[in-house]
Nanobody, 125 residues
């Protein structure tokens, strides 16, 4: 599968953005999907993951209650709805796919089969 992320941009604190990640190639619904983010000089951090059928969802503590991951397998797309954005959410956001068993565990540990390119999110104070 190949992944294409979009939807980043500049937003004021308290605002919202929705990121999209479109998959192409091999069967999208074979993959658990995740979002990660990275700031300069730091490691890529887990944000959220969703299983192939949406039955298992995990979010990092830093985004719980504000970010929501979802997917539409008919459109081969995973989304990250980001509300109540804070300046510390500023980062490059990457989508990721993993098809091995226990995808949620692997993704939360940053073990990823396929990375998409990043989309930059900037939150101004």
């Amino acid at each position: 599968v190949q992944l294409q992320a979009s939807g980043g941009g500049l937003v004021q604190a308290g605002g919202s953005l929705r990121l999209s990640c479109a998959g192409s190639g091999r069967a999208f619904n074979n993959y658990g999907m995740g979002w990660f983010r990275q700031t300069p000089g730091k490691e890529r951090d887990f944000v959220a993951s969703i299983s192939w059928n949406g039955g298992s969802i995990y979010s990092a503590d830093s985004v719980k209650g504000r970010f929501t991951i979802s997917r539409d397998n008919t459109k081969n797309t995973v989304y990250l709805q980001m509300n109540s954005l804070k300046p510390e959410d500023t980062a490059v956001y990457f989508c990721a796919a993993e098809s091995r068993p226990y995808t949620s565990t692997l993704l939360r540990r940053g073990i990823v089969g396929v990375w998409g390119q990043g989309t930059k999110v900037t939150v101004s104070s």
